[in-house]
C-alpha cells in the first residue's frame, strides 16, 4: 500500500511514518503544508492519501481541501482525514460525491495502530471509515430533527457500525450475534428508512451515511 502522509507536526508525522511502515505500508512522501500536499498526490500517484485537516499556511480546513482538489482531479482518489475534533461539514465535504474511499478519523484512534491501519486499509481499498464520534454526532442530530424510522435499540446499534463501514462479520463480533442476525437487522434498517437495498458494502454505508446528513 503506497501512501502520501500530510501532517504539519513532526513528532506525529515521524509517528505515523514508523507506525505505518511497520504495517508493510510504503510512504512515498511526509510532507506538513497544502502545497506539498497539491504537488506529492499530483506526482506520485498514491493508493491512498492520509491528511492532516488543517495544514499550513493557513491552518484551516487546507489539507482537506487539497486532498478533495487532488480527488476531482484523480476521481476515487482514496482519502483518509484527521482531525482534532469533530467537525460535520468536513464528514459532508468528503461524501459528497456519493462514492467510496473516504475516511475521517479524530486523532485520538491514531494511538490504537491496528484499528488505524485497519482503516487506512479499508480506505484505500475503496471503502468508508468513519470515526465513531462523527456518526454519534450524526444519529444525535438525525434523531433530534426526525424520529430515525422506528428503529429498535438493536437495530441502531447495527446501523451505527454499520455506518462506521464495519462489515456484516465485524458488525456480529462485536455485537456477539450471528451475521444472520445482522442480515436481518440491515433490512428491517433499510426497509424502515425507506432506502434501496443492496448487496455492496459501501453502497450501503453511503446510503445510510446520507441518510443521517440530511437537513
Do not use: W
Not at 503506497?2 to 513528532?11: G, H
Not at 482538489?69 to 482534532?84: E, F
Not at 426526525?146 to 462506521?164: F, I, K, N, S, W
Amino acid at each position: 500500500m503506497r501512501i502520501v502522509l500530510a501532517e504539519d507536526l513532526f513528532l506525529l508525522r515521524d509517528g505515523l511514518v514508523r507506525m505505518l511502515e511497520a504495517f508493510d505500508c510504503e510512504i512515498l512522501a511526509a510532507v506538513e503544508s497544502g502545497p506539498e500536499l497539491s504537488e506529492a498526490l499530483a506526482e506520485l500517484e498514491p493508493d491512498v492519501a492520509v491528511v492532516d485537516v488543517r495544514l499550513p499556511p493557513s491552518h484551516t480546513d487546507e489539507g482537506l481541501q487539497c486532498a478533495l482538489a487532488a480527488r476531482r482531479a484523480r476521481p476515487g482518489l482514496p482519502v483518509l482525514v484527521l482531525s482534532q475534533h469533530v467537525e460535520q461539514l468536513y464528514a459532508r465535504e468528503l461524501l459528497a460525491d456519493g462514492h467510496g474511499g473516504v475516511g475521517y478519523l479524530l486523532k485520538d484512534r491514531v494511538f490504537d495502530a491496528a484499528q488505524f491501519v485497519d482503516a487506512v486499509r479499508r480506505v484505500a481499498a475503496g471503502g468508508t471509515a468513519m470515526d465513531p464520534q462523527v456518526i454519534s454526532q450524526l444519529l444525535t442530530r438525525r434523531s433530534r430533527d426526525r424520529p430515525l424510522g422506528g428503529l429498535t435499540p438493536r437495530e441502531r446499534d447495527v446501523m451505527e457500525l454499520m455506518a462506521q463501514g464495519r462489515s456484516n462479520t465485524a458488525i456480529a463480533t462485536q455485537l456477539v450475534v450471528t451475521e444472520r442476525a445482522v442480515a436481518k437487522h440491515t433490512s428491517n434498517i433499510f426497509a424502515k428508512l425507506g432506502l434501496p437495498v443492496s448487496d455492496d458494502d459501501n453502497r450501503r454505508v453511503l446510503a445510510v451515511l446520507a441518510y443521517l446528513d440530511r437537513g
